[in-house]
């Protein structure tokens, strides 16, 4: 099979990134459309650093939030966001359909990471698979442009693909800083 149809945590397990016991195995059973309703394995990649994670909510947007102790302590802080970009933007395909992607957000709109979970890209394998596409994100402020061949990385043979997955992670990520984060934050 060329590409991730499917798979989940494709581009993660080729790389070493995921666990063993990890959500997402064989016999673990989807719930919401997802495999996990609070996939924290994935949460910590995004925020290593995060002592706790909250699931979504019933806000809008649905977003996960990473905390910096347990929620229930009076001195935990949220430390960022994570969110899974069909919830917020399910219009939005690539070439062949949606591409579900983990996105991760700090305090400041800056982007903590992306996992592509799964697609039915038919050149997803070597354009939004490889670790490489999810690592250019890192550090992104939701003020930039997110735009193939600017500051995102253009792929030939993949330019559809490249393009909505640039954008769905630009659209949600602003949609949760709107929602969670004051203007003056956002660096």
């Not at 993949?158 to 984060?181: F, K, Q, W």
């Amino acid at each position: 099979m060329r590409c991730c149809r499917y798979r989940p945590f494709a581009a993660a397990a080729a790389c070493g990134l995921l666990a063993a016991g990890a959500p997402g195995e064989a016999g673990q059973q989807r719930a919401a459309g997802f495999i996990d309703p609070l996939p924290v394995a994935r949460l910590k990649l995004l925020f290593p650093s995060a002592a706790a994670f909250a699931p979504r909510g019933t806000a809008d947007p649905l977003y996960f939030t990473a905390f910096d102790a347990e929620p229930s302590t009076p001195r935990a802080r949220p430390i960022g966001y994570a969110f899974w970009t069909p919830d917020l933007v399910p219009e939005q395909l690539g070439y062949h359909g949606h591409i579900h992607m983990l996105i991760g957000m700090d305090t400041a709109g800056r982007l903590t990471g992306v996992i592509v979970d799964r697609h039915t890209e038919p050149y997803g394998d070597f354009s939004i698979e490889p670790p490489a596409f999810g690592a250019q994100f890192k550090g992104k402020s939701v003020r930039d442009r997110f735009e193939a061949g600017a500051d995102v990385d253009a792929v030939s043979r993949a330019t559809i693909t490249i393009r909505a997955a640039a954008r769905e992670i630009r659209d949600s990520a602003r949609m949760v800083a709107r929602a969670v984060l004051s203007p003056s934050a956002v660096r």
